[in-house]
């Protein structure tokens, strides 16, 4: 079964820090565009960070560089997002993503159009 299982989510206070998780099964892991997108009530999605899976290359969005590490762990086909420095702006529905069609120059160029998604976890943030 093609799927993601996100994990991790949670409550902190602001300046906390919180690690999320996506295990992948059902299809090949590497070299794939995957990466992670939040939704907070009454916004629309948007992406937090993207990596070409065994190549690398992380793309940031400005409200996280600095702050926010996407990996992976190609031996337990797991993505991950470590959050630092958590704000309450910070706060929405995490979801791990996949595009399983996009190369690399694609991935890496500009946003990716996700053809999977897990369940999403929440992330909260208090101040």
């Known amino acids: 079964q093609v799927q993601l299982v996100e994990s991790g989510g949670g409550s902190v206070q602001a300046g906390g820090s919180l690690k999320l998780s996506c295990v992948a099964s059902?299809?090949?892991?590497?070299?794939?565009?995957m990466g992670w997108f939040r939704q907070a009530p009454g916004k629309e999605r948007e992406e937090v960070a993207r990596?070409?899976?065994?190549?690398?290359?992380?793309y940031y969005a400005d409200s996280v560089k600095g702050r926010f590490t996407i990996s992976q762990d190609i031996a337990k086909n797991t993505l991950s997002l470590q959050m630092n420095s958590l704000k309450p702006e910070d706060t929405a529905m995490y979801y791990c993503?996949?595009?399983?069609?996009?190369?690399?120059?694609?991935?890496?160029?500009?946003?990716?159009?996700?053809?999977?998604w897990g369940q999403g976890t929440q992330v909260t943030v208090s101040s």
């Open positions: 993503a996949a595009d399983l069609s996009a190369p690399l120059g694609t991935c890496l160029g500009g946003q990716m159009k996700p053809s999977l």
């Open positions: 059902g299809f090949t892991f590497i070299r794939n565009c």
């Open positions: 990596i070409f899976t065994l190549v690398g290359s992380p």
